[in-house]
Nanobody, 123 residues
Framework: VQLQASGGGLVQAGASLRLSCAAS????????MGWFRQAPGKEREFVAAITWTGGSTSYADSVKGRFTISRDNAKNTVYLGMNSLKPEDTAVYYC?????????????????WGQGTLVTVSS
């Protein structure tokens, strides 16, 4: 199983980015998919997650209204659209595969992880 995250980069505050995470090796169309991030010197934190139908999403308060998670089950891919980026959004962003149940924000409930993609927002 591989999760390949991409789309990170260096941008200025206020800019937008779209992260992608493509899964291979098996299909996760029934699983919750999530994004987490880890800033230097900080613990990994929940960012957003989406159920397999896309009918339910959850966001961290810090990104609500600015970030949008979506998925394309036919492509086994989950996306994270990020608008109005702030310097405090700087982190390595990880996609992860959760379970078959409702969305949870605890990282320990996500079984598979991508390698991460670095997002750097300059002020």
């Amino acid at each position: 199983v591989q999760l390949q995250a991409s789309g990170g980069g260096l941008v200025q505050a206020g800019a937008s980015l779209r992260l992608s995470c493509a899964a291979s090796g098996r299909t996760f169309s029934r699983n919750v998919m999530g994004w987490f991030r880890q800033a230097p010197g900080k613990e990994r934190e929940f960012v957003a997650a989406i159920t397999w139908t896309g009918g339910s999403t959850s966001y961290a308060d810090s990104v609500k209204g600015r970030f949008t998670i979506s998925r394309d089950n036919a492509k086994n891919t989950v996306y994270l659209g990020m608008n109005s980026l702030k310097p405090e959004d700087t982190a390595v962003y990880y996609c992860a595969v959760g379970g078959l149940g409702p969305i949870v924000t605890y990282a320990g409930r996500y079984a598979y992880w991508g390698q991460g993609t670095l997002v750097t927002v300059s002020s």
